[in-house]
């Protein structure tokens, strides 16, 4: 901010942090309000587990195909309005929610939530990447986490949503047990709750358009097309280091592992306590959310102590012994041990963004867009549990999770030895 006093521009940073930080709760509502519309859509459509699935599997394709042209985007037009742009675009794909509903179309329904996913790539990308750079560098990693704290807010927030306003508290999600016109109210019963969000969503986006940011997030590049150009070098630079390169690959594992632990933990209530409504199983989605913001704080006073490569490893060794046993006594004791794999979840996204942006944030805008590409493990291995159980059984189908939380444990051990150790508020980047 050129010109203008230093007292104002650290207000300005101070409050830009904010409300980015206020922006991870509603991403985190809107991607949980997915496992809500994966029990609702299954039994008002009598879908399989497979078809059921193509919710996240359509949300989640927008992160393959977005980041690059975000990243584009943002080396012109720099984060704020990538951030506007974020908020207007999905709350454009939930009023399509709208006509899907009116004409009773699980497609018209997939192709709205692919809009809202197109949007959430601008957001997410946007808002992580103001978080780094407004602040002290040798902090990016604690205040990454501090962000991503505020996830699970949103998340919980997201299930109660859905399970009180969108879930019946008659409905057990048994599809041959609904008639045709409780199949057509599970429906409409979602156009009111996405109409208000795209409301909250669009008033968001004026309140960012009013706020003052600082020159970091402000910044794109001039039409000479230079930004364009350095962001291609910074693909190129992030791509020949192979502990970015694990990150990413450990990202695409833990994001399909989330996500496919949180979407069918719905299904796997329904099978280990026979007769619980759809309602009482969303609340048991609630409590695991718990259990992941308890980790979130947890984990921020462990980061003074210790690096997220160390706590990764850690909690991702536990977090697979839990799902284990989940698949082995697939009744009320692996539903414990499901809900709470939550708890150790809780640093794996920051955790690994962290390790692959250590010594990377010069080129922190493609970093960003790299790791939000890596959220396509949503698409892929949600999908991959929805068949499993259709062949075989929803407790086996987390053998999907189990691996992704070894691919995480496999990520963060390699970056202890490459010598990612130490406190996050002082390790050096």
């Not at 699935?53 to 975000?70: D, E, G, K, T």
Request: aromatic share 10%; proline share 4%; glycine share 10%.
């Amino acid at each position: 901010m050129h010109g203008v006093p230093p007292r104002q521009v650290k207000a300005a940073s101070r409050s830009a942090i904010v409300l980015t930080i206020s922006l991870y709760a509603l991403w985190g509502m809107i991607h949980n309000l997915n496992d809500v519309l994966i029990a609702q859509f299954k039994s008002a459509f009598a879908l399989s587990d497979l078809q059921s699935s193509l919710v996240q599997s359509c949300f989640y394709v927008a992160y393959l195909i977005m980041p690059i042209p975000v990243a584009l985007f943002l080396s012109r037009f720099g984060y704020k309005r990538g951030i506007i742009v974020g908020l207007v675009l999905p709350a454009l794909g939930f009023l399509l929610f709208l006509p899907a509903a009116n004409a009773v179309s699980y497609p018209a329904f997939l192709g709205a939530l692919f809009v809202v996913a197109c949007g959430m790539t601008f957001l997410e990308t946007s808002g992580t990447g103001v978080i780094v750079v407004l602040g002290e560098p040798e902090r990016a990693e604690w205040r990454i986490n501090l962000a991503q704290a505020f996830n699970p807010v949103g998340s919980i927030t997201g299930i109660l949503i859905g399970s009180f306003l969108i879930f019946s508290d008659k409905a057990t999600g048994a599809a041959d047990s609904l008639s045709d016109a409780a199949r057509y109210a599970s429906v409409q019963a979602v156009k009111a709750p996405y109409v208000g969000i795209a409301a909250a969503f669009l008033s968001v986006a004026l309140l960012v358009k009013l706020t003052r940011f600082p020159d970091e997030a402000m910044q794109g590049s001039d039409e000479s097309g230079d930004g364009v150009a350095a962001t291609f070098d910074g693909f190129r630079t992030l791509l020949r280091s192979g502990t970015f390169r694990f990150a990413v690959i450990a990202q695409f594992f833990y994001v399909g592992t989330q996500i496919g632990v949180w979407s069918f933990l719905i299904r796997y209530a329904q099978h280990a306590i026979p007769g619980i409504t759809l309602r009482q199983a969303g609340l048991c989605l609630s409590v695991s959310l718990g259990c992941f913001l308890i980790g979130r704080f947890f984990t921020l006073v462990l980061l003074r102590r210790y690096s997220s490569a160390q706590i990764c490893r850690t909690y991702a060794a536990i977090a697979a012994a839990l799902t284990l046993t989940g698949i082995a006594l697939p009744g009320p004791v692996g539903l414990v041990a499901l809900v709470t794999t939550s708890l150790f979840m809780s640093i794996m996204y920051p955790g690994l963004y962290a390790i692959g942006l250590h010594g990377n944030q010069a080129n922190s805008k493609p970093a960003s867009a790299l790791m939000i590409m890596a959220i396509v493990g949503g698409a892929v291995l949600t999908a991959a549990m929805g068949a499993i159980s259709d062949a075989s059984t929803i407790a086996t189908a987390y053998v999907v999770p189990l691996t992704g939380f070894l691919v995480v444990f496999a990520c963060g051990n390699y970056a202890v030895r490459k010598g990612i150790v130490g406190p996050a508020t002082m390790a050096g980047h």
